[in-house]
Structure formats: C-alpha cells, structure tokens
C-alpha cells in the first residue's frame, strides 16, 4: 500500500483502472440485471418481487463494503499515517451512503408485497439505517474538518468507532429473530436454488466494480482539488 | 397485488441513484482534472 503513497504514482495506476472498472462494471450490472429480469423463474413463495434481490443484495454488500473500508482507511491513516488514506476514506463515504440508501428503499419496496409493510423496526433494517446516518455524520465531519485545515484525525476516530455496527448488521438476523430473513447466503453455501441465484454474482461483482470506479474518481477529483489549493496558496504567498 | 410495479420501482431507484453517483463522480473528477490542469500551465 505504501508504493501507492506517492500521488504521482497512484494517478498513473488509478486512470486506467478507473476506465476499466467503469467498463468490466456497466457490461457486468447490466448482464446480471437483465439476466435477473428475464431468464430466472419465479420463486415459489415470493413470485417475481425475488427478481429485487439482484439489487438489494449488492447494494446491501456495498453499504457496508464501504464502511469497511472507510475503517481501512482511518485505521492506516492513524496507525501509518498513509498519505492517501484520508482522501480514501472521505472518497468511500458518498459511494457508501449511496448504496446504503438504496438498500434501504428496495428492501422497503421488496417488504410490502412480501410482509406487507414498508418498514418494521427490525435489527437488521435499524442497524442499516443506522449506518446510513453514520455515512452521513462522516461526510459532515470530514468536510468540516477539511474546511479547517485539519488532518481528519477526527473523521478517522468516528470512521474506527462506527465499524462497531457492522458486525451488529452481520449478526442481526440471528441476535433478534423478527421480520428480516436469517442468512440465505453464507461461506458455506446457500438456500436460495441455483436456476435463481446464478445472475445475482454477476450484479454483485458489476456494482462493485461500478463503486470502485465511483472511489476512484472521487480519490482523483480530491487530488486535483489539493493541487490547486496547494497552487493558490503559494501564489498568495509570492 | 401485481408485484411488477414493486420490481420495477426497485430498479429505477437503484439505476437512477448508481447513475447518479457515477455522473457526479464523474463531473466533479473532470472538472477538479481541468482546474489543475489549467492551474498548472500557469
């Protein structure tokens, strides 16, 4: 991670990467959501509202693949004081809440026609709004501290102490069994019958890719940022 | 209850918030690129 330190050199790597993942990411999210919409039958029990679950899913994985990684980030910006590790964190966070709020609204479609309610407070819809307010608290904090000249050591802190709800999300669906369905989808295998499941790892790795490209773009609008703020101050300086 | 309008609700909401973030990821990256760019040639 460190020969990545030096912005010069993360720029030469991160163009190419950008156009890649955008690509790799739109032909594979396309795929999967036409796949999902037209060739998979309909599930016994649910009918065709399973055909959310292509969305949902990923949507959910990024949600908290983005926290994760904003903890990633304060974690290497407080203990090995990276360079870039700010800019990532701050970069994460829109992609983030993004994929969190989307989570959130098709989990809330799907749940009308299959439990017949839009919202119950369950552990596993509390604890994911509950992140969703976190991303918020993170973007406020880092660009007020931005703002203010600061390092973002206080964004990292609250980006370490609010990885605390992850595991809460993980484990939710055991801790509190109420509405939310337990795991379907586990190391170990799955519940979900394959003629179903088959175009979901194409959504999961094309939107992923697409959140990627999304980090990275942010990453670079933050750097050219830098370098002209660095630019005018010290043209205000001579 | 036709579940279709609730599919179809769910992609718009997804397609339309990815679209989203990626156009303005996207522009904000471009214009940031050229205001250095610009900045530089100075």
Not at chain 1, 141 to 170: F, K, M, Q, S, T
Request: charged letters at 15%; aromatic letters at 10%; hydrophobic letters at 55%.
């Amino acid at each position: 991670m460190h020969a990545l330190a030096n912005p010069t050199r993360f720029l030469r790597l991160a163009r190419p990467v950008t156009a890649w993942l955008l690509l790799v990411g739109l032909v594979l999210s396309v795929g999967g959501i036409a796949a999902g919409l037209t060739l998979t039958p309909p599930d016994y029990l649910q009918g065709e509202t399973v055909r959310i679950m292509y969305i949902h899913v990923p949507s959910a994985w990024l949600g908290m693949a983005g926290w994760m990684g904003i903890a990633a980030a304060s974690l290497s910006q407080l203990v090995w004081r990276h360079p870039l590790a700010a800019v990532g964190g701050r970069a994460a966070a829109p992609a983030g809440a993004t994929f969190a709020a989307i989570c959130l609204i098709t989990g809330s479609i799907w749940g009308r026609p299959t439990w017949g309610t839009w919202w119950e407070w369950d552990g596993r819809l509390t604890s994911m709004l509950v992140l969703f307010f976190l991303y918020l608290g993170y973007i406020a904090l880092a660009a007020a501290e931005r703002e203010r000249g600061g390092e973002g050591r206080i964004a990292a802190i609250y980006g370490l102490v609010g990885a605390v709800n992850l595991p809460i999300i993980h484990y939710s669906v055991l801790w509190w069994r109420t509405l939310h369905q337990g795991e379907s989808i586990s190391l170990a295998g799955s519940t979900i019958d394959s003629s179903i499941l088959w175009p979901l790892p194409l959504t999961m790795v094309g939107f992923t890719c697409l959140f990627g490209a999304a980090v990275l773009m942010r990453m670079r609008a933050e750097l050219a940022e830098a370098k002209v703020e660095a630019r005018m101050r010290r043209l205000g300086r001579a | 209850m036709n579940p279709w309008p609730f599919v179809a609700a769910a992609y718009v909401v997804a397609i339309s918030l990815t679209a989203g973030l990626l156009l303005w990821a996207y522009a904000s990256m471009r214009r940031a690129e050229a205001a250095a760019e610009a900045i530089s040639r100075k």
